[in-house]
C-alpha cells in the first residue's frame, strides 16, 4: 500500500523519497511494486534517460526519473547512508523493527526542509517507540498524523472469506492466539495473562470534550517512591465515564502534589466534585479532603475483593448497543469508559496489565503483577466507591436542610467515614 501511494508523487519534479528499512531486505517490499509498476508494466525502464537499478544483495537500489523525482532504499544497518536532506517523503519499512534513533536522529531531521511527509507501515510488536507515534493518530489535536490498524483478514482479493476465510480459520487453529492476533490481527498488546482483555485502543481511546455539567471526579492511588497517579474523570448521565486527564509523580510530598494539581490551566466551568482514594492511607485522604477537595476513602473498599473493582472495569470496557442497526444490519455500539489519547500513561497501562503467574505446580494468586498499575488502581478505587458503594449523592440530597459541620471524632457517616458540609469542609 505504502508503494502503491508513493508512486504517483515520483512525477513531480524533483520530489526525493527513501524507503528506509531495518535492512535492505525489509526495505525492498515496499520498493518492490513500485519497480513493478513504474518499470515493467508502464515500462519507463525502455527509457533511456530513466536510471535504475535493483540488487538485494549490495543493497542498490533506485529509481530516478528525467524532471529529476527519485526514490531509493536505505539500510538503518548502515546509519552513514542515512544522513540526508531535503526528502520529501520515507518509508519506514517495517517500522516496529527499526530504532527510534533512526527515526528521530536521521529521518525525521531529514524531512523537516521540505516540510516532508512519512508512512509507517509495519507488524505491530507491543508498545515500543512506534506505539507512541500510532497512538498520536488517535488523537483529532494531532491533525498531522492519521493512522490505522488492519488485521489481514480485511484484505477481500487475499481472503475473500474475511475473519471466517479458512486460511485464516487455519492459521488461527494451528497456532498460539498472542501471535495470531499480533501476525494477522494487527494487535499491539496480546500476551498470556492480560487482565482486561476487553481493551483495545481502536474503541477505548478517543478524544473527550470537557462538559462542565457532568460531575468531575479524582482517583487517587497515593505514592511517594512508587509515583502518586491521579486519574480525573467524568461521568455522564447514563454512567459513561470518560478519563480526560492523568497526573503522574513520585518522590514528591503530598502538599506539593496538591499545589500543583490546584494551578493547572482548568477549562471554563471547572469543578471537582469528589476525590477518592485507597482506604490503606486514610492520613492523605484527609490531607487531600482539607487541602484540596472532599476526599472518600471508604474503609469498606478494602474489604472488597480485588476482583470487585477489576470486574466493574471490565464491564465498563464492554460494547453495549447503543443505536439502531445500519442497512447492513450492523448495531451502533460503544462502551460505557473511554480514555483520551492524553492519558498515555494509563493506556499503556490497560495494555500491560497482567495477571501474576503461578509457581511451579501452585495455582497463580488472584492478583496482578505489582508493575505499571497505579493508574489502574486509582480508577479502580474510583469505580469501587462510586458503582458499588453508591458514593454519588452529596448528604444534602438524602438530608433536608443545612447539614453542619461535624467534626472527624465524632461524626461517622453510614460506613463509618466522615462527611462533608455544603463548604466541602470536613
Known amino acids: 500500500m505504502s508503494g502503491h501511494d508513493l508512486m504517483p508523487k515520483l512525477f513531480l519534479p524533483k520530489f526525493m523519497a527513501w524507503i528506509a528499512g531495518p535492512t535492505y531486505d525489509l526495505g525492498e517490499k515496499e520498493f518492490r511494486p513500485i519497480w513493478?509498476?513504474?518499470?515493467?508494466?508502464?515500462?519507463?525502464?525502455?527509457?533511456?534517460?530513466?536510471k535504475k537499478a535493483y540488487n538485494k544483495r549490495t543493497g542498490e537500489m533506485f529509481i530516478e526519473m528525467p524532471w529529476g523525482a527519485r526514490v531509493e532504499v536505505r539500510s538503518a544497518q548502515h546509519p552513514d547512508k542515512l544522513v540526508g536532506e531535503g526528502l520529501d517523503h520515507v518509508i519506514m519499512s517495517e517500522a516496529a523493527k527499526h530504532s527510534v534513533e533512526t527515526w528521530e536522529r536521521f529521518i525525521r531531521p531529514a524531512?523537516?526542509?521540505?516540510?516532508?511527509?512519512?508512512?509507517?507501515?509495519?507488524?505491530?510488536?507491543?508498545?515500543?517507540?512506534?506505539?507512541?507515534?500510532?497512538?498520536?493518530?488517535r488523537d483529532r489535536y494531532m491533525p498531522e498524523y492519521e493512522s490505522w490498524c488492519f488485521p489481514s483478514w480485511e484484505n477481500p482479493v487475499v481472503y475473500p472469506g474475511g475473519r471466517n476465510d479458512e486460511e485464516i480459520q487455519l492459521i488461527e487453529r494451528t497456532t498460539t492466539p498472542e501471535w495470531f492476533m499480533q501476525e494477522i490481527?494487527?494487535?499491539?498488546?496480546?500476551?498470556?495473562?492480560?487482565i482486561y482483555g476487553e481493551w483495545d485502543d481502536m474503541v477505548h481511546v478517543k478524544n473527550h470534550t470537557w462538559n462542565p455539567a457532568w460531575p468531575n471526579y479524582i482517583a487517587f492511588d497515593w505514592?511517594?517512591?512508587n509515583p502518586l497517579a491521579a486519574i480525573e474523570f467524568q461521568i455522564d448521565p447514563f454512567d459513561n465515564a470518560c478519563v480526560w486527564r492523568e497526573y503522574y509523580k513520585a518522590y514528591t510530598p503530598l502538599y506539593e502534589i496538591l499545589n500543583e494539581l490546584k494551578n493547572r490551566p482548568e477549562p471554563p466551568?471547572?469543578?471537582?466534585?469528589?476525590c477518592f482514594g485507597d482506604a490503606a492511607d486514610p492520613e492523605a485522604a484527609l490531607f487531600t479532603a482539607t487541602h484540596f477537595a472532599p476526599c472518600i476513602a471508604d474503609p469498606e473498599s478494602?474489604?472488597?475483593?480485588?476482583?470487585?473493582?477489576?470486574?466493574?472495569?471490565?464491564?465498563?470496557?464492554?460494547?453495549?448497543?447503543?443505536?439502531?442497526a445500519d442497512e447492513y444490519g450492523t448495531p451502533e455500539v460503544a462502551p460505557k469508559l473511554i480514555v483520551d489519547p492524553k492519558c498515555p500513561t494509563?493506556?499503556?497501562e490497560f495494555n500491560n496489565y497482567r495477571a501474576k503467574e503461578g509457581t511451579a505446580g501452585r495455582n497463580a494468586q488472584e492478583v496482578a503483577e505489582n508493575k505499571d498499575d497505579h493508574?489502574?488502581?486509582?480508577?479502580?478505587?474510583?469505580?469501587?466507591?462510586?458503582?458499588?458503594?453508591?458514593?454519588?449523592?452529596?448528604?444534602?440530597?438524602?438530608?433536608?436542610?443545612e447539614p453542619e459541620l461535624v467534626s472527624v471524632e465524632s461524626g461517622q457517616g453510614v460506613s463509618g467515614m466522615p462527611f462533608f458540609n455544603t463548604n466541602q469542609e470536613w
Request: proline letters at 4%; hydrophobic letters at 40%; glycine letters at 14%.
Open 36 to 50: 513493478d509498476g513504474l518499470i515493467i508494466k508502464m515500462r519507463l525502464g525502455d527509457h533511456k534517460r530513466v
Open 111 to 137: 524531512l523537516s526542509d521540505h516540510r516532508g511527509s512519512a508512512d509507517f507501515p509495519t507488524t505491530p510488536e507491543g508498545h515500543n517507540w512506534l506505539y507512541q507515534v500510532w497512538l498520536l493518530g
Open 185 to 194: 490481527g494487527a494487535d499491539f498488546a496480546s500476551f498470556v495473562g492480560k
Open 223 to 225: 505514592g511517594f517512591t
Open 269 to 274: 466551568g471547572y469543578h471537582i466534585d469528589c
Open 302 to 324: 478494602k474489604k472488597l475483593p480485588w476482583r470487585t473493582g477489576v470486574d466493574l472495569i471490565k464491564l465498563a470496557l464492554k460494547e453495549y448497543q447503543i443505536g439502531e
Open 346 to 348: 494509563l493506556i499503556h
Open 375 to 401: 493508574g489502574l488502581d486509582a480508577l479502580r478505587y474510583g469505580f469501587l466507591h462510586i458503582f458499588q458503594l453508591g458514593a454519588q449523592h452529596h448528604l444534602s440530597e438524602v438530608m433536608p436542610g
